[in-house]
């Protein structure tokens, strides 16, 4: 596995990555994606969701600060990447906590065909079935197997699974990767998550093997946010520091201290 290489890609072929987000972190995550060398663009009307959708190289669904308008722009932007062929990530912001977020993200993957679903624990959890509450869009506790979960929805979802935590699992059902980079540090600002999401993006649209993009994508960021977390005084600092070690990544940082775990079956 050659993380680097992929990260180098994104960097050289400059994917566009369309984003239907959060308006709570929509700034950062367009910074993270540009930080990376991909584009970012955020279209959430409907009359031209579909039509940037047609001209980008990825789709990013952020379900944070939803709205039904929004979910009927995320379908008609989806439809349009599925008809040509690019890839759709989901990111679950607050399944679990409330009936409007788990009927969206139902319909969601009702209508399109998702390339990536990604969320915490409790997400996911709940997406596969468990009967689990989100604590707003912050994790809650799951007493049941993750690996194991995310595997059962990654299979009837065909799709790459991930679940961000201290260890971020990644899984197609089939190979699964234990992605062990990142820091506590980035529990402490908000927006981590959607940035993650971003970059997840950023990695498919320059990588058809779906889980190992994902898994590079999380090792790479992760490694951005230690070596950000090393200088930084508090949650302030750290935020502008992850932006600058992203920036200047390299080979030596990235191959040195990539931590992915590859598990199959």
């Known amino acids: 596995m050659n993380v680097y290489q992929i990260f180098e890609r994104v960097g050289r072929e400059k994917p566009l990555v369309h984003h239907i987000t959060n308006y709570v972190t929509i700034y950062d995550c367009a910074n993270i994606t540009r930080v990376f060398g991909a584009l970012p663009v955020m279209a959430h009307a409907k009359e031209e969701s579909a039509d940037m959708a047609a001209i980008a190289s990825s789709l990013v669904l952020n379900i944070g600060t939803l709205t039904p308008d929004l979910v009927k722009s995320m379908i008609l932007a989806g439809q349009s990447a599925n008809r040509k062929g690019i890839p759709v990530v ?149 935020k502008e520091n992850l932006f600058d070690e992203v920036y200047n990544l390299n080979r030596e940082k990235i191959e040195g201290m990539s931590k992915i775990e590859e598990k199959t079956a």
């Not at 009702?110 to 989100?134: M, P, Q």
């Not at 707003?136 to 009837?156: F, M, P, R, T, Y």
């Not at 058809?208 to 090393?230: N, Q, R, T």
């Open 90 to 238: 989901l990111d679950a912001v607050g399944v679990g906590a409330t009936r409007l977020r788990d009927d969206a993200a139902a319909e969601l993957l009702e209508s399109i065909r998702i390339d990536v679903v990604k969320g915490n624990a409790s997400e996911i959890a709940r997406l596969a079935g468990v009967d689990v509450k989100t604590r707003g869009v912050e994790s809650a506790k799951v007493e049941a197997d993750l690996e194991q979960i995310a595997k059962k929805l990654a299979l009837e979802k065909k799709a790459t699974v991930v679940i961000t935590g201290k260890v971020d699992i990644v899984t197609d059902g089939r190979k699964t990767f234990l992605v062990k980079n990142g820091h506590e540090m980035m529990g402490k600002i908000v927006g981590t998550g959607c940035m993650a999401a971003s970059v997840i993006g950023a990695f498919v649209a320059v990588e058809k093997d779906h889980p190992l993009a994902c898994a590079a994508a999380l090792s790479v960021y992760g490694i951005a946010a230690e070596l950000a977390a090393k200088k930084s005084r508090g949650p302030g600092s750290f």
